[in-house]
């Protein structure tokens, strides 16, 4: 079944890769996006390059993970071919208002990581306290998490407010941006970021799109990966304390492990993902829950049910999960949506939630889409690592990024009212 899986990816992908840069003119979009990040590590998983796998997956695995070509590779590809039309993103309406919301969000979300740094640690910069940092590098208080974990988003929209107005400001936001969340040792909010910007750039992009230029932002993603992975070497072994080598940790097969044991981090995280899903698949007991995980962000993030005793407990005894080693945890995105619906059932979801990003993709023609956009191809981009599309965190930054753009545009129009207004009263007078 294996070899059917891969054969199954390799036959769609080629074809979908194409089609979707033909009629995007970029080699950046969301098929190639899923391709790279999740249909690619699925593929690998496949060859079964860690001692810690099984020899096979559970029967239902394969028919989920058949099903998600489809949904995420085959109709993204169709709707891309038949509803994307390229265009120049427009600057929102009122400059001075947008760039007023954004940095003051921007400062707000700082300042909340640094007030989470302190209640949690006792200290601003836990980096220097290795065991500490990586304790909390994954939790917030409830109300502080509320903007911390918001650091993509206003990365996002500096981003675009230096394309738009290209003032210095903003790219030292975006770079304090960027590297607050790594004063606790965390890398998932940077790597959405990284992966944010990524597919931004074809759409909005700084400079002139030569090959000299894609060679140099390719250079430099290369060397980012392979800073994360170091970071993620040092976390594990306390900045020193300890002496882990990932690729025993995960029993890694082939004998090249590359600079920083970057081949089997990149596996571990991101293959080996689709090994714990397997492996709950295969232990689940056949009752679904039906739309309690898949709307999770909702439910627990939003109207905030959990408190109510007969939800969280169901919530906690069938949101149980199998893994097969500590150094690979996470069991990717498709776990809530089988828990929910099962190995067919799980179309639904998987559609809905690339649905939203066709969505944002094809009217990129405006800078919210192309912010709200940018950081939900991001969320997707760890597909492979854990089910972030429906998070409470990315929901909740979607939201952000639609009141500030709307204060923006609002403000615009209200100022081109009283501008209105005072012409006719001048021309009364």
């Known amino acids: 079944m294996d070899t059917v899986l891969q ?16 009629k995007t003119r970029s080699i950046i979009n969301p098929v190639t996006l899923m391709i790279g990040l999740f249909f690619v590590p699925m593929f690998f998983a496949a060859f079964r390059l860690s001692g810690l796998q099984s020899s096979t997956w559970d ?3 394969y028919v989920a993970l058949i099903c998600t070509i489809g949904t995420w590779l085959i109709i993204p590809t ?3 071919a038949l509803f994307y039309k390229k265009a120049t993103p427009t600057a929102p309406r009122n400059r001075e208002a947008f760039l007023y919301a954004y940095r003051s969000f921007s400062l707000l979300v700082i300042s909340f990581y640094f007030l989470g740094n302190h209640l949690q640690a006792g200290m601003l910069l836990p980096i220097f306290h290795p065991e500490v940092a990586f304790a909390i590098h994954d939790e917030f208080p409830g109300g502080v998490r509320f903007f911390a974990r918001a650091t993509p988003a206003a990365a996002v929209l500096s981003y675009l407010a230096f394309y738009h107005y290209r003032r210095k400001i903003d790219v030292v936001i975006f770079l304090a941006l960027f590297l607050t969340p790594l004063s606790r040792l965390s890398r998932i909010d940077p790597a959405i970021t990284i992966i944010a910007i990524a597919l931004i750039y074809p759409i909005a992009p700084l400079f002139k799109q030569t090959l000299r230029n894609y060679t140099v932002i390719a250079a430099s993603l290369i060397a980012l990966l392979l800073a994360g992975s170091e970071l993620g070497n040092q976390r594990q072994n306390r900045f020193g304390e300890y002496e882990f080598k990932y690729a025993e940790m995960i029993k ?3 004998e090249a492990v590359g600079p920083s044991e970057v081949w089997p ?6 293959a080996l993902s689709f090994e714990n899903l397997d492996a709950t698949i295969a232990s689940h007991n056949g009752r679904f829950t039906y739309v309690l995980y898949s709307f999770d962000w909702l439910y627990s993030g939003f109207l905030k049910l959990n408190w109510i005793t007969p939800y969280e407990r169901a919530r906690y ?3 149980q999960r199998e893994i097969i080693s500590g150094a690979a945890t996470v069991p990717t995105a498709l776990f809530p949506f089988y828990k929910d619906f099962g190995p067919i059932g799980l179309i639904i979801p998987t559609l809905l939630y690339m649905g939203v990003l ?9 800078s919210t889409f192309v912010a709200l956009y940018g950081l939900y191809a991001g969320a997707f981009g760890l597909a492979s690592f854990q089910a972030l599309v429906a998070a409470s965190p990315i929901i909740q930054q979607l939201v952000w990024i639609l009141l500030i753009c709307a204060f923006a545009n609002r403000s615009s129009l209200q100022t081109t009212k009283e501008n209105a207004n005072s012409r006719n009263t001048s021309q009364l007078a």
């Open 317 to 319: 005894e069938n949101f």
């Open 265 to 270: 981090v990149l596996y571990g995280y991101t």
């Open 252 to 254: 890694w097969k082939p």
């Open 358 to 366: 066709l969505i944002f993709y094809t009217r990129t023609h405006s």
């Open 59 to 61: 029967y239902e695995t």
């Open 78 to 80: 169709l709707a891309i």
């Open 7 to 22: 054969a199954f990816i390799f036959l769609a992908a080629v074809p979908c890769a194409l089609i979707a840069i033909k």
